[in-house]
């Protein structure tokens, strides 16, 4: 198996070039972390919140298929009907059956980084469906047809000038407007159409609770509800790792969202929805997707605990400063650095590789995910497949050589020092040292320290 | 206690200073050390691309010949890390979980272990800022983190109060990544620099004329873009100042 594991660096590398935006980027994503930083110093119990969270997923994913019979069985006790969907190709089938029922051509949909996996968008346009994102920044990206950048903030890669183009572009506002007052006025006017336009509406779910056969979505800007209440269909999709045992544990994790997600204490809106009203209809399409194989590996079960705030993001110092875009997956960033190889080990073989393994990812994650300590075990699982580059491959065996003899290291380190000294410019070639591009290697010592040792002991003794 | 001094492969090359100020720190607070001569590498820079099991015969090596000492100490704790973590033998399995168990990070032997509450000839007058590694802090603990409701405390920033006349700048991001990662600076290279120039940024915003630090391959990125920038900011172990 051979990749192009270079895809996260090369992107990395083309963001980077516009520097100017790059730093602003890096800055506004800081500025969001310093908020859930100011959000999490205000409760001194933190830690112990983050702990019991953590203990909690644990539980779930230890009896998981328990608690989503128990789901299903009081979701439909509700009067929702509840569907299973093995992938992301059965996810799309089933939302799309149920759209043909009601002759249903017109959809609102808010946020869900699941359908985005799923890619249930282009799924539906290609079908003649008219799909609105309602989201704001999900609809900015749609009108610029792009995809997330962060799966919090899908459009915090963008400026207000950009916006203001694209609205001028799309929405018929005046040239050159960049008041985020009227750009948003704007999208009010625009979206509200929308929503009285629409057949169906379909939401995300953050927590699903089996107790009660409910479940809540949280939104800043209502859209979920205005979509649900106004439709006379209200599909809901999930990821079958959404579901949490009762609702008493809803608190913990209210709590904890939207502090790591932004620094707010909570979401705007918190909606919960148990049951259809007078009229309508809702479903509930709990999707596997490859979570049932991660489920079944004791080193990535945890990833399964995300509850999608975006924390990892905003805190990597590897996205910040290359874009969510470079990771080329629906969730991007160190989370989905672990969550995407499940998926396709081939196509996102880089992705655990995009990272210094600097752990501020797990010490920010509210549910307690070792973020870090997965990507290392990534990089071993693709090493072992074969996933990574050829030539990375050789240098490793190449080292493995050199370090296990002792006397072949001493030769290469003396040799190689001799070099230096004698061509500086070939270590500091570009071409030759990627390192050497954008900084300089270090002069090289007439003797190592292992040679000075050696000196002293000789002076000493003899 | 029979302490051996490891010297990680990249500083015996190219810092041998960091090795004789680890040494003669040592040798001062009265720790008779050894260096066993046939030590390479920790095996890091293969477990970190994936190739953990390239390191067999790293650790091979590393457990003959380290065998015999008590514990081990080192200044680096990128490496330190490494071994804690993942220092493995099929055929000397006990040797290696004791090894494992007592290997330490030179801050921390000197905090922890040797209890060091002042060095009284330690004297450097300068202003230095301390250039905090992920993997001493996170990964070893070295230092509270910034991600964590916690008290505050850090084991290098300790031993450096301990040095006359040093002052120690603030930072805005006290423990930002300097973006070495191993051969993450090469296989990332532009995101890496990126990294290593904006670190330095902070260090020099603040009045640095010095940059400090536990861990050489970090200082050997910040240096790598202070050399590129002309600059006369200085990098020092934090082993140099503490021997001063």
Same mark, same amino acid.
């Not at chain 1, 009896?63 to 969907?85: M, P, S």
């Not at chain 1, 203001?164 to 572009?169: I, N, P, R, V």
């Not at chain 2, 040798?27 to 001569?37: A, D, K, R």
């Not at chain 2, 493995?88 to 494992?100: F, G, T, Y």
């Given at each position: 198996?051979?990749?192009?594991?270079?895809?996260?660096?090369? &992107? &990395?590398? &083309?963001?980077?070039?516009?520097?100017?935006?790059?730093?602003?980027?890096?800055?506004?994503?800081?500025?969001?972390?310093?908020?859930?930083?100011?959000?999490?110093?205000?409760?001194?119990?933190?830690?112990?919140?983050?702990?019991?969270?953590?203990?909690?997923?644990?539980?779930?994913?230890?009896?998981?298929?328990?608690?989503?019979?128990?789901?299903?069985?009081? &979701?439909?006790?509700?009067?929702?009907?509840?569907?299973?969907?093995?992938?992301?190709?059965?996810?799309?089938?089933?939302?799309?059956?149920?759209?043909?029922?009601?002759?249903?051509?017109?959809?609102?949909?808010?946020?869900?980084?699941?359908?985005?996996?799923?890619?249930?968008?282009?799924?539906?346009?290609?079908?003649?469906?008219?799909?609105?994102?309602?989201?704001?920044?999900?609809?900015?990206?749609?009108?610029?047809?792009?995809?997330?950048?962060?799966?919090?903030?899908?459009?915090?890669?963008?400026?207000?000038?950009?916006?203001?183009?694209?609205?001028?572009?799309?929405?018929?506002?005046?040239?050159?407007?960049?008041?985020?007052?009227?750009?948003?006025?704007?999208?009010?006017?625009?979206?509200?159409?929308?929503?009285?336009?629409?057949?169906?509406?379909?939401?995300?779910?953050?927590?699903?609770?089996?107790?009660?056969?409910?479940?809540?979505?949280?939104?800043?800007?209502?859209?979920?509800?205005?979509?649900?209440?106004?439709?006379?269909?209200?599909?809901?999709?999930?990821?079958?790792?959404?579901?949490?045992?009762?609702?008493?544990?809803?608190?913990?994790?209210?709590?904890?969202?939207?502090?790591?997600?932004?620094?707010?204490?909570?979401?705007?809106?918190?909606?919960?929805?148990?049951? +259809?009203?007078?009229?309508?209809?809702?479903?509930?399409?709990?999707?596997?997707?490859?979570?049932?194989?991660?489920?079944?590996? +004791?080193?990535?079960?945890?990833?399964?605990?995300?509850?999608?705030?975006?924390?990892?993001?905003?805190?990597?110092?590897?996205?910040?400063?290359?874009?969510?875009?470079?990771?080329?997956?629906?969730?991007?960033?160190?989370?989905?650095?672990?969550?995407?190889?499940?998926?396709?080990?081939?196509?996102?073989?880089?992705?655990?590789?995009?990272?210094?393994?600097?752990?501020?990812?797990?010490?920010?994650?509210?549910?307690?995910?070792?973020?870090?300590?997965?990507?290392?075990?990534?990089?071993?699982?693709?090493?072992?497949?074969?996933?990574?580059?050829?030539?990375?491959?050789?240098?490793?065996?190449?080292?493995?050589?050199?370090?296990?003899?002792?006397?072949?290291?001493?030769?290469?380190?003396?040799?190689?020092?001799?070099?230096?000294?004698?061509?500086?410019?070939?270590?500091?070639?570009?071409?030759?040292?990627?390192?050497?591009?954008?900084?300089?290697?270090?002069? +090289?010592?007439?003797?190592?320290?292992?040679?000075?040792?050696?000196?002293?002991?000789?002076?000493?003794?003899? | 206690?029979?302490?051996?001094?490891?010297?990680?492969?990249?500083?015996?090359?190219?810092?041998?200073?960091?090795?004789?100020?680890?040494?003669?720190?040592?040798?001062?607070?009265?720790?008779?050390?050894?260096?066993?001569?046939?030590?390479?590498?920790?095996?890091?820079?293969?477990?970190?691309?994936?190739?953990?099991?390239?390191?067999?015969?790293?650790?091979?090596?590393?457990?003959?010949?380290?065998?015999?000492?008590?514990?081990?100490?080192?200044?680096?704790?990128?490496?330190?890390?490494?071994?804690?973590?993942?220092?493995?033998?099929?055929?000397?399995?006990?040797?290696?979980?004791?090894?494992?168990?007592?290997?330490?990070?030179?801050?921390?032997?000197?905090?922890?272990?040797?209890?060091?509450?002042?060095?009284?000839?330690?004297?450097?007058?300068?202003?230095?800022?301390?250039?905090?590694? #992920?993997?001493?802090?996170?990964?070893?603990?070295?230092?509270?983190?910034?991600?964590?409701?916690?008290?505050?405390?850090?084991?290098?920033?300790?031993?450096?109060?301990?040095?006359?006349?040093?002052?120690?700048?603030?930072?805005?991001?006290?423990?930002?990544?300097?973006?070495?990662?191993?051969?993450? #600076?090469?296989?990332?290279?532009?995101?890496?620099?990126?990294?290593?120039?904006?670190?330095?940024?902070?260090?020099?915003?603040?009045?640095?004329?010095?940059?400090?630090?536990?861990?050489?391959? #970090?200082?050997?990125?910040?240096?790598?873009?202070?050399?590129?920038?002309?600059?006369?900011?200085?990098?020092?172990?934090?082993?140099?100042?503490?021997?001063?």
């Amino acid at each position: 198996m051979e990749t192009a594991s270079l895809k996260h660096a090369e &992107a &990395a590398e &083309a963001f980077l070039r516009d520097e100017e935006n790059a730093d602003w980027h890096n800055e506004t994503l800081w500025f969001v972390r310093s908020k859930r930083d100011r959000a999490a110093h205000s409760l001194p119990e933190w830690e112990q919140l983050r702990e019991q969270a953590s203990q909690i997923k644990t539980h779930t994913l230890s009896r998981l298929d328990d608690y989503l019979i128990q789901l299903e069985e009081n &979701a439909k006790k509700n009067g929702i009907t509840v569907h299973w969907a093995a992938n992301g190709d059965e996810h799309n089938r089933i939302v799309h059956s149920i759209l043909q029922q009601h002759n249903a051509s017109k959809i609102v949909k808010s946020k869900s980084m699941l359908t985005e996996e799923c890619h249930l968008n282009p799924y539906l346009i290609e079908r003649g469906i008219e799909v609105i994102d309602t989201d704001l920044g999900e609809r900015i990206i749609q009108l610029r047809n792009e995809p997330p950048s962060h799966i919090v903030m899908p459009a915090i890669h963008l400026k207000k000038k950009h916006i203001g183009d694209l609205f001028h572009q799309h929405l018929g506002t005046e040239a050159g407007a960049e008041d985020p007052q009227y750009l948003t006025e704007a999208a009010r006017i625009h979206l509200r159409q929308k929503f009285l336009m629409a057949d169906v509406a379909i939401t995300g779910v953050n927590f699903a609770i089996a107790e009660t056969g409910g479940f809540v979505v949280c939104t800043n800007e209502g859209n979920a509800d205005l979509g649900a209440h106004l439709a006379k269909v209200h599909i809901a999709c999930m990821g079958i790792e959404k579901v949490i045992p009762k609702a008493e544990h809803l608190g913990v994790f209210l709590r904890l969202l939207t502090r790591s997600a932004t620094g707010q204490p909570i979401t705007t809106f918190s909606s919960h929805f148990r049951k +259809p009203g007078p009229g309508q209809e809702m479903h509930l399409v709990l999707v596997d997707n490859g979570r049932t194989r991660q489920l079944a590996s +004791p080193d990535f079960r945890n990833s399964l605990k995300c509850i999608r705030c975006g924390a990892c993001m905003n805190t990597c110092p590897v996205y910040r400063r290359s874009g969510g875009h470079s990771y080329h997956t629906a969730v991007a960033g160190p989370i989905g650095s672990i969550l995407a190889p499940n998926i396709d080990m081939k196509e996102y073989a880089d992705l655990p590789f995009a990272s210094t393994l600097c752990g501020s990812c797990s010490n920010v994650c509210p549910v307690k995910i070792d973020i870090h300590q997965q990507l290392y075990k990534w990089r071993q699982v693709l090493g072992e497949a074969g996933a990574v580059e050829s030539s990375k491959k050789m240098g490793m065996s190449g080292m493995d050589v050199l370090f296990s003899h002792p006397w072949l290291y001493r030769f290469a380190g003396r040799a190689g020092r001799w070099l230096m000294q004698k061509f500086p410019s070939l270590a500091n070639k570009p071409s030759l040292n990627p390192w050497a591009i954008h900084r300089d290697m270090p002069k +090289p010592p007439a003797q190592s320290f292992r040679d000075w040792y050696a000196e002293q002991n000789k002076k000493t003794n003899g | 206690m029979n302490v051996g001094l490891f010297i990680p492969c990249y500083v015996d090359q190219f810092y041998p200073q960091v090795g004789i100020a680890t040494l003669r720190l040592l040798e001062s607070l009265g720790v008779t050390v050894t260096f066993p001569m046939e030590q390479t590498c920790c095996g890091q820079p293969m477990a970190n691309s994936g190739f953990q099991r390239l390191s067999a015969g790293c650790d091979k090596n590393f457990i003959q010949n380290f065998a015999n000492c008590d514990v081990v100490v080192g200044p680096s704790g990128s490496c330190v890390l490494h071994l804690k973590d993942h220092l493995h033998s099929d055929e000397r399995p006990d040797e290696a979980a004791r090894l494992r168990a007592n290997v330490y990070e030179l801050c921390e032997f000197l905090t922890d272990v040797l209890k060091v509450e002042s060095l009284p000839n330690a004297r450097f007058p300068h202003r230095v800022g301390l250039h905090t590694s #992920c993997h001493g802090q996170r990964g070893l603990g070295l230092s509270s983190m910034s991600e964590l409701v916690a008290p505050t405390f850090s084991k290098p920033e300790q031993l450096l109060r301990m040095v006359d006349g040093l002052e120690l700048i603030e930072l805005t991001h006290p423990d930002e990544c300097c973006g070495f990662g191993g051969t993450f #600076c090469v296989f990332e290279e532009a995101l890496s620099s990126k990294m290593g120039k904006d670190r330095v940024a902070d260090h020099l915003r603040h009045g640095a004329e010095v940059i400090t630090g536990g861990d050489m391959s #970090c200082l050997m990125q910040l240096e790598g873009v202070l050399r590129r920038q002309n600059s006369s900011v200085k990098i020092k172990h934090i082993a140099e100042i503490l021997a001063s």
